[in-house]
């Protein structure tokens, strides 16, 4: 079974630091009355409870599974990622809607130059998180870590956006613009909104191919095209395949149809074009779920 300790570790460092991040952020943005500061704590304080989730699915699927869950747990890997990229869209749209409703009922002021050196500290530590957490998940191939990273990265474009408008209202107000600085908080936190939107967005809809079993067409193809050589090379009639990539398990079911009446050999054999099959297709078992059958009749394919 695949080792996810480090993958755990990860996690759980993401977990401490993200915590102390979100609630310095919530009490500096309630403390300067400020929309945008408070939001990116409050998105970093909700991405705790999601990772926390991701930590706990990381345990389920390296366990052997039960007589309920047959096939493992993978499934729940993208069942979490749904979840997860559901509710950041969700406070990326409530974040927009506060900030129209803050346009809109004139806007606030604020201590613009503490609020821009507050959003430096914040926006250095998320986006060196973002990094950090990004060469774990490719050295690893985590999707969990993926996401993760990818959420560091959206807390530390707010706080890189927070900061040049902050920095930009610091520098016009008591000038003949300083009347335009009571909006500055409300027009960054809906800026940031709609450009954040498509992270979380594009993540919902690669997470629903997953638990919609749509095939991916790269495994799907790669099946395809070693299976055709296979038949033509040992005068197989035909064949059938199904692939599915669920979570960081990859499901490829293989059917393949020959005359009834040749012989198929002793099971060393037809074990020995299994691994062929196998050798051919890269197979890693560790990831890979790997289903070939023989058949003489075209209705079991």
Avoid at 255 to 271: N, Y
Wanted: proline residues 2%.
């Amino acid at each position: 079974m695949m080792d996810t300790s480090r993958e755990q570790r990860q996690l759980r460092l993401s977990i401490g630091v993200t915590f102390l991040v979100g609630v310095a952020c919530v009490a500096v943005g309630l403390l300067m009355h400020s929309q945008a500061i408070a939001f990116d704590g409050f998105y970093s304080l909700v991405d705790v409870v999601l990772t926390a989730g991701s930590l706990a699915v990381s345990h389920l699927v390296t366990s052997e599974g039960s007589r309920r869950f047959q096939f493992g747990y993978w499934h729940l890997e993208p069942l979490v990622l749904v979840f997860n990229a559901a509710v950041l869209t969700a406070i990326c749209s409530y974040g927009g809607f506060t900030a129209l409703h803050g346009l809109l009922t004139g806007g606030h002021e604020l201590a613009f130059g503490f609020g821009a050196i507050w959003a430096a500290i914040v926006g250095v530590v998320s986006l060196f998180m973002a990094l950090y957490m990004r060469r774990e998940s490719i050295a690893m191939g985590s999707v969990l870590l993926q996401l993760d990273a990818k959420g560091w990265l959206i807390g530390g474009c707010i706080s890189v956006a927070v900061l040049v408008g902050f920095a930009l209202a610091a520098v016009i107000q008591g000038g003949p613009l300083d009347h335009w600085t009571r909006y500055i908080d409300s027009t960054v936190l809906l800026l940031l909104t709609l450009g954040l939107l498509p992270l979380p967005l594009g993540s919902l809809w690669e997470a629903l191919r997953e638990v919609l079993q749509l095939a991916p067409d790269a495994l799907d193809q790669r099946v395809r095209d070693v299976m055709t050589t296979l038949v033509q090379e040992r005068g197989y009639l035909d064949f059938t395949s199904y692939v599915a990539k669920i979570g960081r398990m990859r499901f490829i079911d293989i059917h393949i149809l020959v005359e009834s009446s040749r012989p198929l050999g002793d099971m060393g054999d037809v074990d020995a074009v299994r691994n062929e099959i196998a050798r051919r297709l890269g197979s890693d078992i560790r990831v890979e779920w790997l289903t070939i059958v023989f058949t003489g009749k075209r209705e079991w394919m």
